[in-house]
């Protein structure tokens, strides 16, 4: 047992050696950067980590050492100030929480609001209260976001949250009216939006530089060397034509940002060569790990809960109640708790948090099986001397084991598919290929994260009713 939990994770004990490690939003244009800043230093690029609140916690807790971040980010979301500071200012204010900030990489990527309808400012929009507005979660929740510029052009709307990927189909299909956008978004000039000026200067600027942890360019002395190379190279034209290339023309993150460093690649990516890319062997093993270890400790632990709760009828309810509390927590909230909670992301939190949600079919089982178990059986195993352990070990268990082995058949065929979130917090898998399909709205690489994960379920599920056959056919 011990040697095949070292295999599984000896992949992710690699990862984890001392190299620097680049993190990265769940939107295109922080993809790209995020690559181009690990292929630029020979680090790891830990992809589409969530918004700006989990990437600051990341950097908090070293799970990350760097990432691409805006100026007026920094000072509204980070440093919770309204006042328009410059790169000196944000330093000496940064210093407080360890960080510093760096390399202005050429571009402002302002935030914006987008239309097809006839208007020219924000200042109209207020208007048009019909109007029906589409905007990012984490712009819906930001103090530089729709609270705030709701409050300055007092508007009337209640928009709707959905993933920025998805946006500008939903506007040019005809189902939104306004979108939240971005300033450096190709496919502003694509869909023929119209970005409504901001005539009363509510957004701040959003120059874009390298958020690190104060003691990072110290320990990584030559990334820091080859992102100095960066500082101005990436204008505003040269950053939105890297992001059509994903968005537009469809080419992978990692060939944008070798491109950009000067390598070429000529190969053309059909939905074979995306299924099969050269990360499938790492995303399945670091799948398979997710679901084996979160399993296997709920097995240890939600079998002896089970017991417990059908042997101690005062604690019948309170296991069972708590176990399916859980369950009603939704994973990506569970996620974003365990993150200060665990002082880190990625593998860690997923565990715990694939672990809670596998307890509830495992330890309810168990209950019920055992619960199920004919009070005369073990009435007469008592009558032969029995003990109560032994009762439960030779008679109670062997005859609930079908109905224990159903639910950890069940927690393993859903842990399978509930890995797929915990990418949205860098800890691999399936879901790495998900969460860069809806972020580019690539139909190619959503399927080709999804149908191995459902590949995958099913195999599971295969494999746990060959064994229950295996263990339930009766002796010749």
Not at 21 to 44: C, D, M, N, P, W
Not at 50 to 78: F, H
Not at 133 to 138: A, N, P, R, T, Y
Not at 368 to 385: D, K
Request: glycine share 8%; net charge neutral.
């Amino acid at each position: 047992m011990r040697a095949l939990l070292f295999l599984l994770l000896f992949p992710v004990v690699q990862a984890n050696a001392e190299t620097v490690k680049v993190g990265s939003k769940r939107f295109t244009e922080s993809y790209i950067l995020g690559e181009i800043l690990a292929r630029a230093a020979g680090g790891q690029h830990r992809a589409g980590l969530g918004n700006t609140a989990i990437l600051y916690e990341a950097l908090r807790s070293g799970a990350v050492d760097v990432y691409p971040e805006y100026t007026g980010t920094i000072a509204r979301e980070i440093l919770k100030t309204e006042e328009n500071l410059d790169l000196a200012a944000l330093n000496a204010r940064l210093a407080a929480v360890g960080l510093q900030a760096s390399v202005p990489l050429g571009f402002s990527n302002s935030y914006a609001l987008g239309t097809r309808l006839p208007l020219k400012t924000i200042s109209e929009l207020a208007k048009h209260p019909e109007a029906r507005i589409g905007l990012s979660h984490e712009f819906l929740g930001r103090r530089d976001g729709w609270p705030g510029l709701k409050q300055a052009y007092a508007l009337p709307q209640e928009p709707r949250g959905l993933d920025h990927g998805l946006a500008y189909e939903a506007l040019a299909a005809g189902e939104l009216d306004v979108i939240d956008l971005y300033s450096t978004d190709a496919k502003i000039e694509r869909y023929r939006i119209t970005v409504l000026d901001d005539d009363r200067r509510y957004f701040p600027a959003y120059d874009a530089v390298l958020l690190y942890r104060a003691d990072a360019p110290g320990r990584f002395p030559e990334a820091f060397a080859a992102w100095k190379g960066l500082e101005g190279k990436i204008d505003n034209a040269t950053m939105v034509r890297l992001n059509a290339r994903a968005e537009i023309d469809k080419v992978p993150f990692a060939e944008v940002a070798a491109e950009f460093l000067g390598a070429s690649s000529t190969a053309k990516r059909t939905f074979w060569s995306a299924l099969f890319a050269p990360d499938f062997g790492r995303l399945l093993a670091e799948h398979l790990m997710l679901v084996c270890v979160s399993v296997a400790a709920a097995v240890l632990i939600g079998v002896p809960l089970g017991i417990v709760a059908a042997r101690q009828r005062w604690l019948e309810q309170p296991v069972l109640v708590a176990t399916g509390l859980i369950q009603t927590i939704p994973s990506l909230a569970l996620l974003a708790f365990l993150i200060p909670l665990t002082g880190a992301i990625g593998i860690i939190p997923a565990l715990i948090a694939l672990f809670l949600y596998a307890l509830l079919p495992i330890t309810r089982n168990t209950h019920a099986g055992l619960t199920q178990v004919p009070a005369g059986l073990v009435q007469a195993g008592t009558a032969l001397g029995l003990t109560p352990p032994r009762i439960l070990r030779h008679v109670e268990l062997p005859l609930a084991l079908p109905t224990i082995m159903a639910g950890i058949k069940t927690s393993a065929v859903i842990n399978v598919g509930t890995v797929t979130i915990a990418a949205f917090i860098g800890a691999g898998g399936f879901g790495e290929r998900i969460s860069q399909g809806l972020a580019l709205n690539d139909h190619t690489v959503l399927l080709a994260g999804a149908l191995p994960a459902a590949a995958l379920a099913l195999a599971v599920h295969g494999l746990f009713e060959a064994l229950e056959r295996s263990l339930w056919r009766a002796p010749r």
